[in-house]
């Protein structure tokens, strides 16, 4: 022992290292252990052998990163931009050409709800997805999380990404974000798209009506959020991906999630759900299912410019359920407001 501390001491102290001597040229002898100076040069060998290794790893990640583009999977630029009242907010750029399509998620989901729009339109466009605050990466230091905030956080992450020419792309309650959004910057805006949302902007609900919506979901979130989500899909869809839309959507933060259904459907009770789109020039169209009705002749009376398309025989969730004949449908309408 006495003799181990001593070996160690003088490593320590003089910079030698132990190292163990071959008596013959092929390994097999008997050998013994000698003490080396780790010179200058030994370090500079050390220091040659990472950096090629490090040469080496960044080579390799390279090509796993073409490899991917190569098969046309597009890689996004994570960001993230403060909102106004100090919360960060989440999202991804993939390049593209203008103009830039800017995805919105609706309650309790995120950016992940739009997987399979992602590759279908980055090939020609450049893609934008945002996740809002409360819900995937983005903070959750807000109290109340309103329809007027979440219009200011999309519009900070447009400007963030330097974005001219947008068109705005929501999923449910994210049709009442891109409306709010939409008044902040009207230069850069030139069209709308709610996705299975805008059904009609001028619907009463009475509080009673809204505390029997959302009182089974406020007194248990898990369960009251699955049952809730569980109406808006059709029968015969795929039960792998019912059961993770329900699950992902019950797992959300309850606080934020219960703030902003309030706040999105406070608005049908009060009536300010039409306030945003009497400053709207650029057309809005929605992209909807024939689960519910839309009723064009009554929102055309809040939108100066308002059209829609329905897709039949599907759910809520249109563009994970039947993305193909959704991506279809958007592009056609990205196309049409392009043009316009």
């Not at 903070?139 to 990404?161: E, I, L």
């Not at 406020?218 to 989500?229: E, H, I, L, P």
């Not at 309030?262 to 049908?268: C, H, I, M, R, T």
Request: with cysteine; glycine share 10%; proline share 6%.
């Amino acid at each position: 022992m006495k003799h181990l501390k001593a070996m160690t001491s003088k490593i320590k102290g003089k910079g030698e290292i132990l190292r163990f001597a071959q008596n013959d040229k092929q390994g097999k002898g008997t050998g013994s252990w000698v003490f080396a100076r780790d010179d200058k040069q030994s370090r500079n060998d050390k220091e040659k052998v990472h950096i090629m290794k490090t040469h080496i790893l960044i080579l390799f990640c390279t090509l796993f990163i073409l490899s991917g583009c190569s098969k046309g999977a597009p890689v996004g630029l994570p960001g993230v931009v403060m909102s106004p009242d100090g919360v960060p907010i989440s999202y991804e750029v993939y390049p593209g050409k203008d103009p830039t399509l800017v995805f919105v998620h609706g309650w309790s989901c995120d950016s992940r709800y739009w997987k399979e729009q992602i590759p279908y339109f980055a090939k020609k466009y450049r893609v934008v997805t945002i996740d809002l605050p409360g819900h995937g990466h983005s903070g959750m230091q807000r109290n109340r999380y309103t329809m007027a905030s979440f219009g200011k956080d999309v519009k900070a992450v447009v400007d963030a990404v330097g974005a001219d020419k947008v068109i705005l792309i929501g999923h449910s309650l994210g049709g009442g974000v891109i409306s709010q959004a939409a008044t902040l910057m009207p230069e850069k805006v030139i069209g709308l798209v709610g996705v299975d949302t805008l059904h009609n902007v001028a619907h009463s609900l009475t509080p009673k009506e809204l505390e029997g919506m959302i009182g089974p979901i406020q007194s248990d979130f898990r369960s009251g959020t699955k049952a809730f989500v569980s109406q808006m899909i059709l029968p015969g869809t795929d039960p792998v991906l019912v059961e993770w839309i329900k699950n992902d959507m019950a797992s959300a933060p309850p606080q934020a999630a219960l703030s902003a259904m309030n706040a999105y459907l406070g608005q049908y009770v009060t009536g300010e759900s039409t306030e945003p789109y009497s400053q709207i020039d650029a057309p809005i169209v929605s992209i909807n299912t024939d689960q519910w009705p839309t009723d064009v002749e009554s929102n055309r009376k809040y939108m100066k410019k308002y059209d829609v398309m329905i897709i039949k025989g599907a759910g809520h969730f249109l563009m994970l359920e039947n993305p193909d004949q959704f991506n279809k449908a958007l592009a056609k309408v990205i196309k049409q407001i392009s043009n316009s």
